[in-house]
């Protein structure tokens, strides 16, 4: 790896994020409806126009904050492709691209190889369906959503791949998508949680390693776990979800607000919408 190509690092979902891998929203649409958001906004649809406008202002936002942005070049055949999260994650010093496991977006990891491979960047693969929003690392521990979207050969392929982290399985009620939808880490003691959506034991597995700030069944809807941490303090989140910037504040969390209105639409967020490369 030469000196031009950017290391890889991430330990935590919460120290400072140096750089990100992004894909801008231009073909985005609701094709075929892979979860419950997408069932209500099915016939309104995006709008793309507002869509990249938004995006935009959160690229805008992230840079301002010190992040380099990389993105990764969008295509019609991928209407999806703006949920980078899902396509590959970083543990440490490892890309793993993931296997994607809905139809219509099988095909977005190769575009990320693609880049990766365009870099010198190496990487692993993962095998039998995981995607990145099921992925959730903190230091040693790596938690892991189990669903129809990550089966369980693909934890046990990436228990044998990070010898040196404890995966955790999560299971959560797959309706919801993905972990980071009904969970999230800020910080080594606090975190977002939407406890409906897992069991009792879960719950108070997750409670006694972080305190957890609870999210209501509206500000779920409206992904409202789905944040995403630049470090030091600061956490992207929707003006929308009030209750969980109030009580993100009151952890001492800054709050940067961007409106991301038209993109949540088909079920994600600032978390989904980013790929960290690396943290220190």
Not at 145 to 165: C, F, M, Y
Not at 171 to 177: R, S
Not at 195 to 211: F, G, H, Q, R
Not at 252 to 278: H, Q, W
Request: glycine content about 6%; aromatic content about 8%.
């Amino acid at each position: 790896m030469n000196s031009q190509i950017p290391e890889t690092h991430c330990n935590t979902e919460y120290e400072t994020l140096l750089r990100v891998l992004i894909c801008q929203p231009e073909f985005m649409a609701i094709d075929d409806v892979i979860n419950d958001v997408q069932k209500k906004y099915k016939e309104d649809n995006i709008n793309v126009e507002l869509a990249m406008q938004q995006h935009g202002e959160f690229e805008r936002k992230l840079k301002e904050h010190g992040v380099e942005v990389i993105k990764l070049p969008s295509s019609e055949k991928f209407p999806e492709q703006v949920f980078t999260r899902d396509i590959g994650f970083t543990v440490g010093d490892d890309i793993f691209v993931a296997e994607m496991a809905s139809d219509i977006r099988k095909g977005e990891e190769d575009v990320l190889e693609g880049w990766l491979e365009e870099e010198d960047i190496s990487y692993l693969t993962t095998t039998n369906r995981v995607e990145g929003g099921d992925v959730i690392v903190d230091r040693s521990k790596v938690y892991v959503g189990v669903s129809s979207r990550t089966s369980n050969e693909a934890i046990h392929k990436l228990k044998v791949d990070l010898p040196q982290h404890e995966i955790i399985k999560v299971p959560f009620n797959e309706k919801y998508l993905h972990l980071d939808c009904v969970f999230n880490i800020l910080s080594p003691e606090v975190g977002l949680i939407y406890p409906e959506a897992l069991d009792e034991k879960t719950v108070e597995m997750l409670s006694k390693n972080y305190k957890l700030i609870e999210v209501s069944e509206e500000e779920q809807f409206s992904m409202g776990t789905n944040v995403l941490s630049i470090g030091q303090g600061k956490v992207f989140s929707l003006p929308q979800n009030a209750n969980v910037n109030d009580a993100m504040r009151s952890h001492g969390f800054e709050v940067i607000e961007v409106d991301f209105s038209e993109i949540i639409k088909s079920g994600g967020s600032f978390r989904c919408c980013s790929m960290p490369l690396k943290r220190k």
